[in-house]
């Protein structure tokens, strides 16, 4: 295993140092081929990696690729392969699409595998609502509370009793989906989700949600993408630590960090086992995280999407390298976004075919590891075991050194995620440029960091110098790539991020953002739930109250992150919050003249 590993990095590091010289390019390949070295994405062959799916996936049997891979399987994985070999064998290879549909709809049914079930601590007027003075957002917080009852779900027990036939990963409590066709347990979804429960009064459904997780690290040694087999070739933001911290603070219930911490000590070291990397800047060494989720093939999730957008590449090593950098991204969270592209000749912003995710150490990443691992001494210290209090105190200060001598740009006032390929900052402007101040991964005196902050945002049009605010929620980015996680989409954990970062500083004008940024967010999400009786995943900047767009599938509704963070924002504002008229106020007079934004927008874009 160490010997693959070592040719694989091997054949990596001449392929990217010596990219001009074929001679060297081809070595690479060959040591690349020769290792062996990636496994599937995961070992269901019908999951993850056979003709059948293949063929399935290409022939686009379904709009969503999702669809074929969250079957259940009627009989064993063996019986279909073979099954389908003689099929194939009899069509010498190209089996017509209808003698597809009919095998699988023969072979395949729909899971089934999760029941609707209703949280045993559910109250229909959670303590949340006395919170809230607007009668408006009052009955919204009602409503969104009923919401919960829609996306709770728990798995059948015949997902437990016959793991292989599913693809879905069995759980022992019930949890809430995300929602739309997301139908499993995520991962850094249900930090919200159990955010917005423990506020609403489920503080025993919420423990049984971080248990779920719990439970996934204990039998994987991480928290994979989401529920599903097909994810277990990567994680995403690391956030279960956070989770309990959330239920710690709601309950202190300090026994439960005591039983839980060896599974949060077990997650922590699968990201320093694997997602390390030792780079140079100004002849200082550092060790940061990165997102590296290296598999065989497309996902299959998304077989088909990547599999056609791999046909740009010319040989089966870079569309290998393309697949790895596709659920590299996919690990971040972010998939996909303009943040992972890495053109040649950095004269543009480039394409999904650019990404390089891999060569990016992101600025979320390495302040969410700093901040799990300051809990986790503070805890182990309280614990009384010195020894892992001392060795997590060490990775939090090591971290934040680098956070401050690699990200931190005094001359621009954020943070920027560092590219190791061209050994510069990322000087484009994301939300997540200023995660340290939500994880307070700093250690310079908030004040001046305040400032510096809103300078940044001021300096790129988010707020104006009047502190007057431009977006209908903050974009992902300000360059519109067609990717979901840029322009003009936002999102609920990076409005999270902003909103909740610039208040943690306690600086009044800070505060004072922070307050206009939750208010336009919390209308617009107001207003598509008012007219439409929805909640999105992600909203339009440019149209309060719609839905983004963008990205590999359709829009989706329910949805589990935004309820969660309208309940923490109301929490923090309830009082003070209101729904207005028309939003038309002075601190929004630039929301009131959609025309003028929009030019003002489009310059600010072709800018970028």
């Known amino acids: ?54 063929d399935v996936q290409l022939a686009a049997l379904y709009p969503d690729s999702k669809t074929f891979v969250d079957k259940k399987l009627k009989y064993t994985e063996s019986e279909i392969l073979y099954n389908y070999k003689v099929l194939r064998d009899e069509y010498k290879g190209e089996v017509p699409k209808e003698a597809l549909i009919q095998f699988v709809d023969k072979h395949l049914e729909d899971g089934d595998e999760l029941e609707e079930w209703t949280p045993p601590d559910f109250v229909d007027s959670p303590s949340i609502a006395d919170r809230v003075k607007d ?30 036939r599913y693809s879905l990963i069995w759980v022992p409590n019930g949890f809430a989906i995300p929602g739309g066709r997301f139908k499993e347990l995520y991962y850094w979804d249900t930090y919200w989700i159990v955010n917005g429960m423990l506020l609403c009064d489920m503080t025993k459904t919420a423990r049984g949600v971080i248990d779920n997780i719990a439970s996934l690290v204990e039998k994987f040694g991480f928290m994979a993408n989401g529920g599903r087999v097909y994810y277990l070739n990567r994680s995403q933001p690391p956030i279960l630590t956070l989770m309990v911290d959330s239920y710690h603070k709601k309950t202190n219930d300090f026994e439960y960090v005591k039983k839980i911490i060896p599974v949060l000590d077990s997650e922590y070291e699968f990201w320093l086992e ?7 800047k100004n002849g200082k060494s550092h060790k940061m995280a990165r997102y590296y989720a290296p598999s065989r093939g497309p996902r299959p999730e998304s077989y088909r999407e990547d599999f056609e957008s791999a046909e740009f590449f010319k040989d089966e090593y870079e569309k290998q390298e393309f697949y790895t950098q596709l659920k590299s991204a996919a690990e971040t969270g972010w998939d996909f976004s303009s943040r992972w592209f890495i053109t040649k000749n950095g004269s543009d912003r480039g394409v999904l075919t650019d990404i390089k995710t891999t060569h990016i150490i992101p600025v979320d990443l390495n302040s969410l590891l700093q901040k799990n691992a300051l809990l986790l001494s503070s805890w182990y210290s309280k614990l009384g075991d010195t020894a892992k209090a001392e060795k997590y105190r060490v990775i939090a200060e090591n971290l934040l050194y680098s ?13 920027f995620d560092w590219d190791t390929m061209n050994n510069k900052s990322r000087e484009y402007f994301f939300v997540s440029n200023i995660v340290p101040l939500w994880t307070e991964s700093y250690n310079m005196p908030k004040k001046a960091v305040a400032s510096s902050v809103l300078g940044y945002l001021r300096d790129n049009h988010i707020i104006e ?41 306690n600086q009044k004008l800070a505060q004072q953002v922070a307050f206009r940024l939750a208010e336009v967010w919390l209308r617009s999400n107001y207003k598509s739930f008012s007219e439409k009786s929805m909640m999105f995943e992600k909203y339009d900047v440019l149209a309060s109250g719609e839905t983004g767009g963008g990205g590999e599938y359709t829009p989706q509704t329910g949805f589990g992150w935004t309820n969660g963070l309208v309940f923490e924002l109301l929490h923090r504002w309830g009082d003070t919050v209101t729904n207005g008229t028309n939003g038309c106020t002075s601190g929004y007079r630039y929301l009131c003249d959609f025309n003028r934004i929009r030019q003002q927008l489009m310059f600010w874009v072709n800018k970028k």
């Open 1 to 54: 295993m160490r010997f693959h590993l070592l040719v694989v990095c091997l054949a990596h590091f001449v392929y990217y140092t010596h990219a001009d010289n074929q001679e060297f390019v081809h070595l690479a390949r060959g040591f690349y081929h020769a290792s062996n070295g990636l496994q599937p994405s995961c070992q269901s062959k019908v999951y993850c990696e056979s003709d059948l799916l293949h």
């Open 135 to 164: 009668k408006n957002y009052k009955q919204w917080a009602l409503g969104l509370n009923q919401v919960w009852k829609t996306l709770a779900r728990k798995v059948k027990d015949d997902v437990r009793v016959h793991p292989d």
């Open 274 to 280: 694997n997602r390390m990397t030792t780079f140079e």
């Open 403 to 415: 956070i401050q001598e690699v990200m931190w740009r005094p001359d621009l006032g954020a943070w």
């Open 465 to 505: 110098a009047d502190y007057t605010v431009n977006f209908n929620g903050t974009p992902s980015s300000l360059y519109n790539s067609s990717q979901q996680w840029d322009f003009p989409n936002a999102w609920p954990p990076l409005q999270a991020f902003i909103i909740q970062g610039l208040d943690k500083t």
